[in-house]
């Protein structure tokens, strides 16, 4: 069975600080990954998504995410944060069987920014 | 483009009255739609697949007679709540994906929070 850890509950940034979120999932093949992000009313938007080819993935946001199976990572990284960047932050996994299947999500990471 | 909407947006009913939730994608047809669950400060988790024009498929302990669904059309889904208990309160997610879109993504709506009394 597909799974996604997210180790870090809660993290705090300062505005204009480097960010990294980090996800590991466990598959029996190369999944589909996704991060998304949930804002308090809002529904959930994707940041970006990974299904092959080159391994570091621009997103929306100023976002990206790099893709290393040798570590079953895609840790989602952001240069510089802004306040409006605080969020919840998931990240998912997705099979391949056809894009028909549902998607398995972490537990979530809250991003809280520091003024 | 790509919008999902979810009618109610909160809802609340009595313990034993059943509650209907309407996904519906706004600019494209779905020919699937997913139902999910979130528990607060939780993560959300898969509760059904539904195909329109078919029976929804749904995950290992989630009760079929409890959540109906019914995707009729390929704009709407809905998710009705049986004789609704107060575990039942949560917010429930629905996503919906077409052909035309890159694999496996999902557009999300809203979400809709129950809570039962």
């Known amino acids: 069975a597909q799974s996604v850890t997210q180790p870090d509950i809660h993290i705090t940034v300062s505005e204009g600080a480097s960010l990294e979120l980090r996800c590991n999932y466990s598959y029996g093949a190369t999944p589909y990954l996704f991060w998304y992000v949930q804002s308090p009313g809002q529904g959930l938007q994707l940041l970006l998504k990974?299904?092959?080819?080159?391994?570091l993935v621009q997103g929306i946001k100023g976002f990206e995410a790099e893709f290393k199976r040798s570590q079953s990572s895609f840790n989602l990284r952001k240069p510089s944060v802004h306040w409006s960047d605080a969020a919840e932050y998931f990240c998912?996994?997705?099979?391949?069987?056809?894009?028909?299947?549902?998607?398995?999500f972490g537990k979530g990471t809250h991003l809280i920014i520091q003024p | 483009g790509a919008v999902v909407s979810q009618h109610p947006s909160r809802v609340i009913c009595k313990s034993g009255t059943s509650v209907k939730i309407e996904c519906r994608s706004l600019?494209?047809?779905?020919?699937?739609m997913f139902w999910y669950r979130q528990f607060p400060k939780q993560s959300l988790m898969l509760m059904a697949t539904s195909n329109e024009g078919s029976k929804a498929t749904y995950e290992q302990g989630v009760e079929k007679d409890k959540f109906l669904i019914n995707h009729a059309s390929l704009t709407l889904s809905t998710l009705t709540v049986t004789s609704a208990h107060p575990e039942d309160s949560s917010f429930y997610i629905c996503?919906?994906?077409?052909?035309?879109?890159?694999?496996?993504?999902?557009?999300f709506g809203p979400g809709t929070r129950l809570t039962v009394t």
């Open positions: 990974y299904f092959s080819g080159d391994t």
């Open positions: 996503s919906a994906r077409t052909p035309l879109a890159g694999m496996g993504e999902q557009y």
């Open positions: 600019d494209f047809q779905a020919t699937t």
């Open positions: 998912a996994v997705g099979g391949r069987g056809g894009g028909a299947d549902g998607l398995t």
